[in-house]
């Protein structure tokens, strides 16, 4: 049996977290939240995430344009999204090159 994937939420309003958490679980996915990118490294270093969507207006030693250095360096298969409110384009980012990208269907995010 194929494992759920797994997706990591990193925002620092809790509201915002738990709406989106829940909606994903309801949709079979293994979700985990955090409140900043201090503890998101955490939960990291427990597990790897297939994807994690990041607020980048976060309060901590990190920001969140921190943070997805961080993700690249350590986890490159991890995909990462931001919301459109945090970035001029928001989307799905190719934490490989650090630029927006396609989601894994090849659908732009543009498109969503």
Excluded at 39 to 49: M, T, V
Excluded at 63 to 87: C, Y
């Amino acid at each position: 049996m194929d494992r759920a994937e797994r997706i990591l939420v990193v925002d620092d309003e809790k509201v915002i977290r738990t709406v989106i958490a829940d909606t994903l679980e309801a949709k079979g996915y293994a979700v985990q939240t955090a409140a900043n990118a201090d503890e998101a490294l955490q939960k990291f270093q427990e597990c790897a995430f297939d994807l994690a969507l990041v607020d980048l207006k976060m309060p901590g030693a990190l920001d969140g344009l921190q943070f997805l250095e961080r993700v690249h360096a350590r986890w490159p298969a991890t995909w990462v999204i931001v919301p459109p409110e945090d970035s001029e384009k928001g989307g799905v980012f190719d934490v490989h090159s650090g630029a927006p990208g396609n989601a894994r269907d090849g659908t732009p995010y543009s498109s969503w």
